[in-house]
């Protein structure tokens, strides 16, 4: 009798034991994992800039045009005293890429305003005499017809529409620069349209950078 007791209290005993045991290795992996890590920390996208320069003082900053007085660059061309025998007049632009980004560029211009652009042409040509840009940028038009957006080369070895970054302002040559050269001439009606005595002409040309 004592015997079977016996059996029955070590079994019991046992059956306990592995109970706890049990509840002791969940308990210890619950509680008291082991873990490791890395971490890479730091990581970082930052923007380029986009900005340029129009001759040496007027800086494109914005998604608008800006500059001194009335949010334009200061007048290229200035003339005064046209008359019947008058040829032409030039005046030149440098743009340069002085953002961070390469950026593709374009030329545009407004119909001119005022009774004397009738008579008057405009031609944009730049300093590339080798294909693919030939130097015209704009063909003698008359300054009352809108010169539509028009992609402009920069001047590298090989003109490109790509314009390398980081020009200095002020610049009017190479991969992140070009020069401009604007001619106002006389239309065919200039020498006998009396009518444009005492009348004038103004247009404003804008150049859009993209990236």
């Not at 015997?3 to 306990?16: D, G, N, P, Q």
């Not at 045991?21 to 490791?36: I, P, Q, R, S």
């Not at 440098?94 to 009774?115: D, R």
């Amino acid at each position: 009798m004592e015997s079977r007791k016996s059996k029955r209290s070590l079994r019991m005993a046992l059956v306990l034991g592995a109970a706890v045991a049990g509840t002791a290795l969940v308990g210890f992996g619950g509680l008291a994992a082991w873990n490791a890590y890395t971490e890479n920390a730091g990581n970082s996208v930052a923007a380029g800039t986009l900005a340029h320069a129009n001759n040496t003082s007027c800086l494109s900053l914005t998604a608008t045009p800006i500059s001194t007085g009335s949010n334009w660059c200061s007048a290229v061309i200035t003339i005064n005293g046209v008359w019947s025998g008058w040829t032409a007049q030039t005046g030149t632009i440098k743009i340069a890429n002085t953002g961070s980004l390469t950026s593709t560029f374009q030329v545009s211009m407004a119909a001119g305003t005022g009774g004397l652009c009738a008579d008057l042409t405009l031609k944009v040509t730049d300093l590339n005499s080798l294909a693919p840009d030939t130097g015209t940028v704009y063909g003698p038009t008359a300054l009352t017809t809108a010169m539509p957006l028009t992609s402009i080369y920069s001047n590298a070895a090989t003109p490109s529409l790509n314009w390398t970054g980081n020009g200095a302002a002020g610049t009017g040559t190479g991969a992140t620069a070009n020069t401009f050269t604007l001619t106002v001439g006389p239309g065919s009606g200039l020498v006998n349209d009396a009518t444009d005595q005492g009348t004038n002409c103004t247009f404003n040309v804008l150049f859009t950078q993209a990236a």
